[in-house]
Nanobody, 117 residues
Framework: VQLAESGGGLVQPGGSLRLSCVAA????????MTWYRQAPGKERELVAL????????YYAAPVKGRFTISRDNAKNTVYLQMNSLKPEDTAVYYC???????????WGQGTQVTVSS
């Protein structure tokens, strides 16, 4: 089982980044996918999630209207489009796969996003 995040980096305030998370080793289309983030000295927090079919999404209040989560089940990939980035968005971003009802959860290694001028 593998979840591999990519797309992080350094960006100026107001800029954009697109994160990707490619899954392997499990039936991606059966899993709810979630992006979390963890800033230095803070707890990991949920950013956005999308259900297995891609028809339902949820966003945390700090990112609503700026971030968009999507998935391509044919490519076993979930995306996080991040616009209007702010310094407070700086964190390591992780993707998570959850098979609700079975309690199966997988995590990626994370990708660093730094928003700074």
């Amino acid at each position: 089982v593998q979840l591999a995040e990519s797309g992080g980096g350094l960006v100026q305030p107001g800029g954009s980044l697109r994160l990707s998370c490619v899954a392997a080793g499990f039936t991606f289309s059966s899993y709810t996918m979630t992006w979390y983030r963890q800033a230095p000295g803070k707890e990991r927090e949920l950013v956005a999630l999308i259900n297995s079919a891609g028809g339902s999404t949820y966003y945390a209040a700090p990112v609503k209207g700026r971030f968009t989560i999507s998935r391509d089940n044919a490519k076993n990939t979930v995306y996080l489009q991040m616009n209007s980035l702010k310094p407070e968005d700086t964190a390591v971003y992780y993707c998570n796969a959850l098979r609700s009802g079975l309690g199966i959860s997988y995590w990626g290694q994370g990708t660093q996003v730094t928003v700074s001028s």
